[in-house]
């Protein structure tokens, strides 16, 4: 999934470090900007996988992100324990502090999996899904585990290898930005790996928000 986060934040707030640690460590692509003014022209600008918008929740701000024609996720971190009057079905709404884990659930909502060409290859075999689902989730927690400390160890060879194994897995979930990048990855990685490991952070990503899909649904 092409992750890319729009934060709203309060301008006399700090820095969220959840933010900050959230997409440092998933190198995650991400915009910031102050205040509700600044959206409308930024929504024009760019293309965003998800919202996220940490304001005093006030009466004037609910009227303004209900004005706003957004149709992709928001999650909303209020400080009020007011009335909280916001309409759009996408908004999912929390009380502060963000945490990690929170913002990561919020970003796997999202669907990146389909079970659909898993089903006909099963052919209606519900126990064989199954079965097919558990080796899934087994790869990958195990690639979770592997890839990281193959980058920090600099063996490519092996980083390239987890990645043409999982080039099959990606194809049978239908998680097609997942499938071209391990793609990428395996043909180009030992010729440009400076270019290429930003790509596998994003791949590891992906697998991460799929094996949470995966488990929820195995």
Not at 98 to 126: H, N, Q, R, W
């Amino acid at each position: 999934m092409a992750v890319n986060i729009l934060f709203i934040e309060n301008e006399r707030s700090p820095e969220s470090q959840v933010r900050k640690m959230f997409c440092n460590s998933k190198f995650v692509n991400h915009s910031v900007v102050f205040g509700l003014e600044a959206v409308s022209e930024v929504l024009l600008k760019q293309s965003y996988s998800h919202i996220v918008c940490n304001i005093a929740c006030c009466k004037n701000q609910h009227a303004y992100l209900n004005s706003i024609n957004i149709d992709v996720p928001v999650l909303v971190i209020c400080s009020s324990d007011g009335e909280i009057n916001l309409t759009n079905v996408n908004f999912l709404i929390v009380k502060e502090p963000l945490s990690y884990k929170v913002l990561f659930d919020f970003i796997a909502k999202k669907p990146i999996i389909s079970g659909a060409t898993l089903e006909k290859y099963a052919m209606g075999d519900s126990d064989f899904i199954d079965q097919m689902k558990q080796l899934i989730i087994e790869e990958f927690e195990d690639n979770l585990q592997k890839i990281p400390l193959y980058l920090s160890n600099k063996n490519f060879k092996a980083v390239k290898s987890n990645m043409h194994q999982l080039i099959g897995k990606f194809a049978m979930l239908e998680m097609e930005e997942a499938h071209e990048l391990s793609k990428r990855i395996d043909a180009n990685i030992l010729k440009d790996t400076a270019k290429e490991i930003p790509n596998v952070h994003h791949v590891l990503f992906d697998v991460e928000i799929a094996l949470s899909q995966l488990k929820c649904s195995a």
